[in-house]
C-alpha cells in the first residue's frame, strides 16, 4: 500500500509539489486558519465546493471575531445559503449599524443638509463589495475571494493591508451561484483520472447539458440584474441597497487564450453613467495595472466588455451611483489546461490572478477613500437636479389592459430602489384624465438615472460606435454589440409608462412594496357563474390554481358585454353547476392571491356577444404538460420556460429528456413545449419524429419556440408549411436609356479580335492558349459597389440582430390571441427570419410591423428592418386533431418579457382546448 503511494506521489505533476505564493513575502498569522487548516488542502489544489466555501468563511469568522462578520442574505432554489463577509478594522466593525445608517442620510440630499453630509463623510469608510462566481463554472474566483479574506485578517506588519482595513469596509460575497458551483465540482469530481489532465478535449474540462453556468432553472444570473427573476440576485439587489458601496466587482472567467481584463471597459457606455465615473474606473484600473505588471501578469482593458447593457452585476449598481467593473480571467475549467500555444495553465494561477486583483481594487478604494465619498455623494446631487430640469419629469403608469403587469412593473422598480407613488384619487395630466391606482415615478429622485435607463422606451449608443459597428458589418468583422441594444421594461411587459412634462398635481401616497395587488371580487353571490377577464398576468395566476384546484373552467373565444361590462375574449367562465358548493369562496382566495378581479353574474344572459352556451365557449381542461429538456434544447430557453410557468404562474412541468421524445409514451401529455434548439430532427430520428406526428395527430399540442420552428417545417416532418429565409438581396436596378448595365462592356471598348485573327505573338511573349479547364466568362468590374456585389455571397443568413424589441400585430377575433390588444413588443435577436404561412395552411396569429413602425427599442440593422416586417413572430395550424404553435422568437427570452405571457399562456392552456380531441384521454 506505502509503495502504491509512493508511486502516486511520483507521478504527481510538478506544479502540484512545489510550494506557491499567492503574496511574495507575505507574513501570516498563525492563529488564522490556513486553507489546509480549514478545508485538508492548499488553494488551487482542489475546487471547492459551497460547503467547503461556508466552512473556510466561517472558520475565519471563528478566529476573528472581531473584525469579520457573516451575514445570511439569501436562499437558492435548491436551498443552499447565501452569504457575505464583513471584513475590516476593530473600530469599523464595532459600528456597522452607525455606518449603514449614515451611508443611508448622504444617500438622500433631500433629507440631509450638504454641511451635514460632508461631516458624515468625513467619518465613513469607502464600502467595498466583491462579488465572486456568478457563473458555477467559473471556478477561480470564489477561491480568491477565501484568499482575499485570508489575506486582510491573517497579514501582520503589511502596511497596505492595515490601510484597506482601516479605511475601508469590505463586504465579501464569495459565491453567487452556489447551485452551478456544485453542479460543476460534482461533474468535475466525477470525471477526474489519475492526474489532472491538460487536455481540452478531456472530459473534466467538457461539461454535459446545461453545465455549471447556470442556476436551478438554467438562468445566466448575470443577466437578471434588471427583472429581478431569480432570488439569487434579487437577494444580492436587496442587501446591496442595505450598503450601496461605493465600489463594486464582479469577478469572471473567460476562455483558457485569454489573459486577463479589468477595467476601463469597452465602447459603448451607457448614455446615464456620468463622467466622474468613467474617470474613476482608471484609478482602480491604473492600480491593478501596477500590480500585474510588478508580478508579470498580462493584461487588456478597453476591450471586449461594454458597459452599455444595464442588467449585469457589473452595470445594475453604476446607477445608484457606484463604481461597478467587471474582471476576467482565462478560465482552467479544472486544475490545468493546454493552450491552443502549447503552455500551461493552472488553476492556482488564475486564482492568483483574482486575488491580486481583489486586493489592489482594495488598494484603490483605501487611497482614494475621500474622493469616491465625495463623487458618490456629488452623484446623488445631480440625479435630483437633473430629475427636476430634464424634459422628463416623471413617468405616469396606468393600470390598464393588464393592470397586473402594471403592479408587478411598479413592485420591481421599488426593489431597485425607486421611489414610487399611487394615486389616491383621480387627477389630470397632460390633457389626460388618470384613475386613482395609477402610478407615479417621479424623476426628482437619487435613483433618476436608474428609472431612466429601465424605462425610457430606447437607450442610444454613441453615434461613432454606431457608425463604427456598420463599417465593422459591412467588412464582415465580428461585432463588437456584447448583449442586447434593448430592454425597455414597459414595452417588454406591453404596458403603458407615460413620459410627462411636469409632476403631476394630485393626491398620492407612496406605494406599497410587493408585485401582486390583490384582487376583488365584484358580487357577493353568483346564481349562474363567475367571470374572470382575460388578457392579465393575474388571470393566469388564477387559471393555472383553478385548474390546479380541479375547478372546472370554460373560456370565450370571442368578447362579450354584460350589465355594462365589457368582457374580452379569452374570458375565464366558471359555472356554478359543475363546481364545489364553495366555488365563490375559492374563487375569492384565488382573486386575492394572484390579483384580478371576479365577476359574479346572475344570468346568461349577454348584451352583446356570445352567450355562455355558444360554440365559442370551449371547455379549458387540466393539461399535462412535457418539455424537452437537455441537448439539442438551449439551456437558456428551456430554463425560462419551466421558470415561467411554474415559478410566475404556477403550473407545474414534466421535463422530458429529448432522448426519450423519441421512443417515450407522450399519450399521457396533452402539451409538449419545444425550447429554442437547432438539431431536434436528427435528436429525435425518424422513429421519433413519426410517433411526434402520431401524438400530434391523436390531438397532441405541440409549441415549438424560436430555432424549434424548424423541427415543424422541416420538409420531412409538415407540421408547418414555412421557411427560414436567407438574406434579402437587393434587386438589380433597371438600366436607364443609353446606361450600360452593371458588368457590361462599355460602348467605347474596342471589339475584341476573334482568336483566329489575332497577331503574332512576340518573342517570349504569351499567346492566347487554351483556356484551363473551369474557367468563366470575364466580366469587368468598374466601380466599388460592383466589386461590393461581386463578392457577395450567393446565398446568406440575414446579419444577426442584436437584441431589439420589435413591434407585432396582433390577429383579431382568434383563439391564439384571445385578450390581447392591437400590437405587441417581443424581444428579437438572431439570424432567423420566417416566410408567412398561406391561408390555407395555418394562421399568422402575430407578424411584425410595417418597417417604419418596427423597432420600438433597440438598433436593427436596416436590412433586417426591411426584411422582418409582416414576416410571422406567432404561427398555428393544425395536424390530424392536434395543433401545432410556433414562436419564431423565444416568448420567455430571460423571463423579463412578461407581454409575451398571454400569447404563451394561450399556446399551452387554450392549445388543448382547441384541438378536436385531446391527447391523454
Known sequence: MLRCLALLLAAAPLYAQRPYEYWPGANYDPKIPTYRQALGYDPGEKVTSHAGILRYMDALAAAAPTRTKIFEYGQTWEGRKMIYAAVGSEANMRRLPEIQAAIARVADPRKTPEAEARKILATLPAVVWLSYGVHGNEISSPEAALLTAYHLLASRNDKMAEGIL???????????????????????????????????????????????????????????????????????????????????????????????FF?????????????????????????????????????????????????????????????????????????????????????????????????????????????????????????????????????ILPRGRDASATDKLAGILMEHGVEVQRATAGFREGGRDYP??????????????????????????????????????????????????????????????????????????????????????????????????????????????????????????????????????????????????????????????????????????????????????????????????????????????????????????????????????????????LPEGGAYAQNLGESGLDRLKHWIEAGGTVVALGSAVNLLSDSRVGLLDVAQENALREPEPRPQSGERPAGAQSQAAPAATPAAAAPPTPAGGRGAGSAPAGCVPGTQIATQAEFEKAVKAATALPDSAPGDILRARIRPDYWLTAGLGDTVATMVEGRAIYSPIKEDKGVNAAYFEAPDKLVASGYLWAENRKQLAYKPLVLSGTYGRGVVVGFTADPNFRAMQDGMNILFLNAVFRGPAHARGMAGE
Open 263 to 395: 477595467s476601463p471597459e469597452a465602447d459603448p457606455y451607457n448614455p446615464h453613467l456620468t463622467a466622474d465615473q468613467r474617470d474613476d474606473l482608471k484609478l482602480f484600473g491604473r492600480n491593478n495595472a501596477k500590480w500585474f505588471d510588478q508580478y508579470g501578469f498580462d493584461y487588456y482593458t478597453r476591450d471586449q466588455y461594454d458597459a452599455f447593457y444595464p442588467g449585469y452585476g457589473a452595470s445594475w449598481p453604476s446607477y445608484y451611483g457606484s463604481i461597478a467593473m467587471t474582471y476576467e480571467q482565462a478560465s482552467v475549467r479544472g486544475l490545468v489546461v493546454r493552450r491552443s500555444d502549447e503552455t500551461l495553465l493552472t488553476f492556482r494561477e488564475t486564482v492568483r490572478h483574482h486575488f491580486v486583483a481583489s486586493v489592489s481594487t482594495l488598494e484603490a478604494a483605501a487611497v482614494n477613500r475621500e474622493k469616491l465619498l465625495n463623487d458618490f455623494y456629488k452623484y446623488r446631487v445631480t440625479a435630483i437636479e437633473e430629475g427636476s430640469k430634464d424634459p422628463v419629469k416623471a413617468y
Open 166 to 260: 482601516a479605511r475601508t469596509l469590505v463586504l465579501i460575497d464569495p459565491l453567487q451561484n452556489p447551485d452551478g458551483r456544485d453542479r460543476f465540482v460534482n461533474y468535475f469530481e466525477q470525471a477526474r483520472g489519475l492526474e489532472p489532465d491538460a487536455s481540452p478535449l478531456s472530459a473534466e474540462h467538457l461539461e454535459p447539458w446545461p453545465g455549471g453556468r447556470v442556476n436551478h432553472y438554467l438562468f445566466d444570473l448575470n443577466r437578471d440584474w434588471i427583472a429581478l427573476t431569480q432570488p439569487e440576485i434579487a437577494s444580492q439587489v436587496k442587501a446591496l441597497r442595505q450598503w450601496l458601496p461605493l465600489v463594486y466587482v464582479d469577478l469572471h472567467e473567460m476562455g483558457a487564450d485569454a489573459t486577463y
Open 436 to 673: 386613482a391606482g395609477t402610478y407615479l415615478v417621479a424623476m426628482a429622485q437619487p435613483a433618476k438615472r436608474l428609472i431612466r435607463t429601465l424605462l425610457d422606451p430606447d437607450v442610444p449608443m454613441d453615434e461613432q460606435f454606431v457608425k463604427e459597428e456598420e463599417a465593422r458589418r459591412k467588412l464582415r468583422k465580428r461585432s463588437e454589440i456584447y448583449d442586447v441594444t434593448a430592454w425597455s421594461l414597459p414595452l417588454l411587459f406591453n404596458v403603458e409608462a407615460v413620459a410627462a412634462g411636469s409632476v403631476p398635481q394630485g393626491s398620492f401616497a407612496m406605494a406599497q412594496p410587493g408585485l401582486i395587488v390583490p384582487g376583488e371580487v365584484h358580487g357577493t353571490k353568483a346564481a349562474v357563474a363567475w367571470l374572470v377577464p382575460w388578457g392579465s398576468q393575474g388571470a393566469g395566476r388564477l387559471l393555472a390554481a383553478a385548474l390546479r384546484d380541479d375547478l372546472k373552467v370554460f373560456s370565450s373565444d370571442k368578447p362579450f358585454t354584460q350589465s355594462a361590462t365589457k368582457f374580452p375574449s379569452g374570458t375565464l367562465i366558471f359555472k356554478v353547476a359543475g363546481n364545489p358548493a364553495d366555488l365563490g369562496t375559492r374563487l375569492a382566495r384565488l382573486a386575492r392571491e394572484a390579483g384580478v378581479d371576479v365577476y359574479a353574474t346572475d344570468s346568461g344572459w349577454v348584451d352583446e356577444g356570445v352567450n355562455f352556451g355558444s360554440r365559442y365557449v370551449v371547455p379549458i381542461r387540466k393539461p399535462t404538460v412535457a418539455m424537452g429538456w437537455d441537448t439539442p434544447a438551449s439551456s437558456g430557453s428551456a430554463g425560462a420556460a419551466r421558470f415561467v410557468l411554474e415559478r410566475q404562474y404556477g403550473y407545474p412541468v414534466t421535463v422530458v429528456r429529448s432522448s426519450q421524445l423519441a421512443s417515450g409514451d407522450l399519450s399521457k401529455f396533452q402539451v409538449l413545449i
